[in-house]
């Protein structure tokens, strides 16, 4: 069984409780990647830290209209948070090249590490666009 957001339960088979667990572990191991708290979490998205907590252990299904405010605060897409690490490689040949290696490295620093990052990105942009 699994809380809904009214209250009501609703019975969940073994492969839907799989797939929250497994959802569930995805969303709070981005969070932490992030440097985002539960609570810090639970206020980007407008509900309680308890409804995090639920998701992050999968005893509580998401909101289908929360999936792109939850995917755009962990920066990722919508497709990667709920099929994980395959939504990547999915359609891609060969391995990684180093810009794409480093995105992905980029996208592992916490949010202040990662502005700092773009903004110096942004200035060599510029600069090599004037000069």
Do not use: Y
């Not at 005893?59 to 792109?68: A, C, G």
């Not at 395959?86 to 990684?96: L, S, Y």
Request: cysteine-free; overall charge positive.
């Amino acid at each position: 069984m699994v809380w809904t957001h009214d209250g009501a339960t609703t019975p969940m088979n073994e492969d839907d409780r799989s797939f929250f667990i497994e959802f569930g572990q995805r969303v709070a191991a981005l969070r932490k990647q992030r440097a985002f708290t539960q609570a810090q979490m639970a206020q980007r998205l407008g509900v309680s830290q308890q409804t995090i907590t639920a998701l992050e252990h999968g005893r509580r299904r998401i909101p289908l209209s929360l999936l792109p405010e939850l995917a755009q605060s962990l920066d990722v897409s919508i497709e990667e948070l709920i099929v994980g690490d395959d939504a990547k490689t999915r359609g891609k040949r060969g391995p990684a090249s180093k810009i794409e290696r480093q995105m992905e490295e980029i996208r592992r620093l916490p949010r202040a590490k990662q502005r700092f990052v773009i903004e110096m990105l942004d200035a060599v942009i510029a600069k090599a666009s004037n000069g």
